[in-house]
């Protein structure tokens, strides 16, 4: 049985999603490798790379650095899916830092709805594309006085290693985003490799920052965290799937951008290797309300229901009550007459199972899981 994740389907039509593939900015992905774009070690051209209204940072070392043009840092696009521990074979980099621990890019149905199984873990292909970043802090503007001899042009380059610019022409309010361990930062953070030791003291944590820039480009001051890894208890916990974090804290964002903090560092900075996974980005236009309270007093009753489901509510006009089933096909369609706040919808002839009830109403659309037994 495949479930739907309600952050993206409920919103689906308030939402701009990331949809990695069809990118804008080159027109189209290509992989080589173990499953890495083939434009990651390109130093010119690709300083940013887009996909809608999306803009993702992507810096390297150019041929004339130490690294001889084969260190990046920022966001690059894989499909690679490997969660394999290679720590054995010595090094992680350049063979190795495509994968992610879901084992893939998350799946979706035609319509662009997160697809679950009946346990609610985010299914995933191992072909699908999700983006991989790496957050080099020495990239971040208080330490650009290492890096006198480049020359930065702060309206053309990411003003921060993982930096992420929306179209100027729109202002938006964050929604959220998927986030999945890198097999790197996760094997690192369970047995320790190099420099990094293992995460196994209480209160040790690997966590991801997004910031908000307002629409004007300056800081907003408002940050989400998110625990990639965090010992308590005796136990270290650690994401295997991708999992949504809500990002509406950040409220009326122009772009956003992420750091990393963990107790595995020194004077300098972190020593837990600091890559992460991320994938279906969403953000919802200005001019469509984030949340309006009158929408939480709408009411759906018996659930769960043998047949009959009741609709109620005494503020808002509901014009349309649609039910789809766990594959996001739409079974039912219901146009309600604007001047009734109360509704009677048969499900009768529906078998056994889980829907999603979705009610279009004057202020926005909210959606409500029903049990038909």
């Known amino acids: 049985m495949l479930g739907i994740a309600l952050p993206l389907f409920a919103?689906?039509?308030?939402?701009?999603?990331?949809?990695?593939?069809?990118?804008?900015y080159p027109t189209k992905f290509e992989y080589i490798g173990n499953g890495y774009w083939d434009k990651t070690y390109v130093d010119t051209g690709y300083t940013w790379f887009e996909s809608q209204i999306f803009s993702f940072s992507h810096l390297i070392e150019g041929e004339g650095s130490a690294y001889g043009g084969y260190a990046w840092n920022g966001f690059t696009v894989c499909n690679s899916g490997d969660n394999t521990d290679h720590s054995d074979e010595g090094s992680w980099?350049?063979?190795?830092?495509?994968?992610?621990m879901a084992?893939?890019?998350?799946?979706?149905?035609?319509?662009?709805?997160?697809?679950?199984?009946?346990?609610?873990?985010?299914?995933?292909?191992?072909?699908?594309?999700?983006?991989v970043g790496f957050w080099h802090y020495l990239m971040e503007p208080e330490w650009w006085w290492l890096y006198l001899d480049r020359e930065l042009n702060i309206l053309d380059e990411p003003t921060h290693c993982f930096q992420i610019h929306l179209d100027?022409?729109?202002?938006?309010?964050?929604?959220?985003?998927?986030?999945?361990?890198?097999?790197?930062?996760?094997?690192?953070?369970?047995?320790?490799?190099?420099?990094?030791?293992?995460?196994?003291?209480?209160?040790?944590?690997?966590?991801?920052?997004?910031?908000g820039i307002d629409p004007d480009g300056t800081e907003s001051g408002k940050t989400v965290e998110y625990f990639l890894a965090e010992f308590k208890d005796g136990t270290l916990i650690q994401n295997v799937n991708w999992e949504w974090v809500d990002l509406s804290a950040l409220g009326s964002i122009g772009g956003l951008y992420c750091t990393m903090e963990t107790t595995d560092a020194d004077q300098y900075g972190p020593l837990a290797p600091t890559y992460f996974c991320m994938d279906k980005l969403q953000v919802r236009t200005k001019n469509v309300k984030v949340k309006d309270n009158t929408l939480s007093d709408i009411t759906v009753y018996p659930n769960p229901t043998t047949g009959k489901l009741i609709i109620n509510n005494e503020q808002l006009i509901i014009n349309n009550v649609d039910i789809f089933d766990v594959y996001g096909r739409n079974l039912l369609s219901h146009h309600l007459i604007p001047s009734s706040s109360h509704h009677l919808i048969n499900m009768s002839h529906l078998p056994a199972g889980i829907y999603f009830v979705k009610i279009t109403t004057e202020k926005g659309i909210v959606t409500q899981k029903v049990v038909k037994i």
């Open 168 to 211: 100027d022409n729109e202002e938006y309010e964050a929604v959220g985003v998927y986030v999945n361990n890198h097999p790197y930062t996760y094997y690192a953070n369970l047995h320790g490799f190099g420099l990094a030791r293992a995460l196994n003291q209480e209160g040790d944590f690997l966590k991801l920052i997004f910031h």
């Open 11 to 24: 919103q689906q039509n308030q939402t701009i999603t990331l949809d990695l593939l069809n990118p804008t």
């Open 103 to 131: 084992g893939g890019g998350i799946m979706t149905d035609t319509e662009g709805n997160v697809l679950t199984d009946e346990d609610g873990v985010v299914l995933v292909n191992n072909e699908l594309p999700y983006l």
């Open 93 to 100: 980099f350049m063979d190795y830092e495509w994968g992610c």
